[in-house]
């Protein structure tokens, strides 16, 4: 069975800039898994972020932004701000209609 | 603007039954791939299952293949998910999303609950 990893939690200041990444136990994360990132905020349905490895979703502000670094699909926010603390999720695409979400990283802006 | 409005939630016993429906506007249902995504309470994201723009294919996560079942009506913009032999284990919010040209969750319903409990 595949695991996506997370980091289960992060911490940034104010200001600063994090990566979060999101990993394949069965090896590497490639643009063909159509790496894709999620914000969700406790109570409310998720919004999405990056789709595509490195394509930002409308409204989404410039300061959020995807890639592949070295074998791992990277979310990286820079200037962060408290409204960016709660949780990220990102999901690969297996093939066959077939998807596996991370368990989320919650980040700590202080 | 893009409304996707999920309904049918509420509370069964195990090995019980639900359907859930989501209602889609704002776009063109019949063009767009579409999932359920769920969430147990106080854990992450869990794919369910997808479902083409033209029903012709369908696929579920392991934990929900043979219990649950996909299934759209492009004529009324609704998507389904009849969900039987439910276990407590199926307790969480139920997302409808719609998908994107890159596979992504492209927008996403407010969510609905189930509750499996004797």
């Known amino acids: 069975q595949t695991v996506v990893t997370q980091e289960p939690s992060f911490s940034v200041s104010p200001g600063g800039t994090v990566t979060l990444t999101c990993g394949l136990s069965a090896g590497s994360v490639y643009t063909t898994h159509y790496p894709s990132w999620y914000q969700q905020t406790p109570g409310q349905a998720p919004r999405t972020l990056i789709y595509n490895t490195n394509s930002r979703s409308s409204g989404v502000p410039d300061r959020f932004s995807g890639s592949i670094l070295g074998n791992k699909a990277a979310l990286t926010i820079t200037g962060a701000q408290s409204d960016d603390e709660c949780d990220y999720y990102c999901v690969v695409y297996l093939g066959s209609g077939s998807w596996v979400f991370g368990g989320g990283t919650k980040l700590t802006v202080l | 603007e893009v409304q996707l409005l999920e309904s049918g939630g509420g509370s069964v016993q195990p090995g019980g039954s639900l359907r859930l429906s989501c209602a889609a506007s704002?776009?063109?249902?019949?063009?767009?791939?579409m999932s359920w995504v769920r969430q147990a309470p106080g854990k992450g994201l869990e794919w369910v299952s997808s479902v083409s723009s033209n029903a012709a294919v369908t696929a579920y996560a392991d934990s929900v293949e043979g219990r649950f079942t996909i299934s759209r009506d492009n004529s009324k913009n609704m998507l389904f998910l009849q969900m039987n032999s439910l276990r407590a284990e199926d307790t969480a919010v139920y997302y409808c999303a719609r998908r994107g040209g890159s596979s992504e969750f492209l927008n996403w319903g407010q969510g609905v609950l189930v509750t499996v409990s004797s």
């Open positions: 704002g776009f063109t249902f019949s063009s767009s791939g």
